[in-house]
């Protein structure tokens, strides 16, 4: 009889250590870690269409297939886009929350916002969020302190400035379009406004809360500034062109912070390769679906930024690129 009652609670004890390892070490349950084999779900929350964001959808996907996870073999793949609008993020976030997605990746601050407050006991792994720790996402880029890390792509607005500068040595007034209410834009309006100060350069804000606002926006600046300055806005960049028409018909140049607004129009920036920091994200996630902790997965920066000028756009707006830049420039778009 003793003996019978010993196995039973050595069982109990084995059965309760087990429970307790599914909690410790910063781990979040996953379908790689409760049994291999299975096929993982992956949330797929995107905020809005524009080619930058396009083509980290793009990359995520290509990062998980090196990795080994690959739609339609060992990966359902369930793709949701919230067209800009905040309150589409939290409902796809509280639906992938109630499918028990295996893992959520989330590709701008308003989409891995809504993901990381809905979803606590699954990873959350963000793209393109230009300031985590403002963004509330996470406490520490070196240690995320909850289920949530991802990549970011923050630029130097500093090094955006003197690039505007370096085309315009005159320059007086710099205007600058962004959405009041994402915090990745107010961070980089606030760098901007401080490196100006150093520069004897007057910034002039024109703040919008919606897409439609975008061409009134920029049509108030063209009186206003001697250039336009579009941050990493997913917002104002997926409405580009509507700055772009406002600043050609005054003959006022912009310029951008990430590369395909480059492609779309824009004069210049140092920018980010956007589908190599989707592969970045998707070998991340890979590595947490394998196993890795969250809390052992740092937030990841990219640490280059190269310079991409569009010669046509230069043009059209009187600018000259001079052999110095044509040199340094990775790529010069005809």
């Keep these: 009889m003793r003996r019978a009652v010993s196995m039973v609670l050595t069982a109990l004890l084995a059965f309760s250590l087990a429970a307790c390892g599914n909690e410790t070490g910063g781990k979040t349950e996953t379908a790689a870690t409760t049994g291999q084999g299975q096929t993982v779900k992956l949330g797929l929350t995107q905020f809005v269409e524009h080619p930058a964001l396009d083509a980290i959808h793009k990359g995520i996907l290509d990062g998980l297939k090196d990795a080994g996870y690959e739609e339609g073999k060992n990966l359902e793949v369930d793709s949701q886009n919230a067209h800009g609008d905040m309150n589409n993020t939290v409902s796809i976030a509280q639906k992938y929350a109630g499918d028990k997605k295996d893992i959520v990746v989330a ?88 490196a100006a100060k150093k520069e004897g350069v007057g910034i002039v804000k024109a703040g919008i809360s919606q897409l439609s606002e975008v061409q009134l926006a920029a049509q ?16 104002v960049v997926s409405s580009f062109e509507a700055v772009l028409g406002a600043a050609e018909a005054n003959k006022i140049p912009v310029f951008a912070s990430d590369t395909d607004t480059v492609k779309r129009g824009a004069v210049a920036t140092y920018g980010i390769d956007y589908y190599q920091i ?28 190269d310079l991409y000028i569009n010669e046509t756009a230069a043009a059209k707006f009187g600018l000259t690129i001079t052999e110095a830049l044509k040199q340094q420039a990775k790529e010069i778009i005809k």
């Excluded at 005159?170 to 009041?180: F, P």
């Excluded at 108030?220 to 917002?235: F, G, H, Q, R, V």
């Design 220 to 235: 108030s600046l063209a009186s206003k500034a001697d250039a336009i300055i579009i941050p990493i806005d997913n917002t």
């Design 107 to 194: 590709i701008a601050t308003s989409s891995a916002q809504a993901a990381a407050k809905a979803i606590a006991d699954k990873p959350v792994i963000f793209s393109s969020v230009t300031d985590p720790i403002s963004a509330q996402l996470v406490g520490s880029l070196e240690k995320p302190d909850k289920n949530v890390t991802g990549t970011s792509d923050k630029v130097s607005m500093e090094q955006q400035l003197k690039l505007v500068k370096t085309f315009l040595p005159e320059l007086k007034k710099l205007g600058v379009i962004y959405t009041t209410s994402e915090i990745n834009s107010e961070v980089q309006v606030k760098e901007l406004e401080d």
């Design 278 to 305: 989707g592969k970045q994200t998707g070998n991340m996630a890979a590595r947490i679906l394998k196993g890795q902790s969250v809390a052992d997965t740092p937030v990841e920066i990219s640490k280059q930024a």
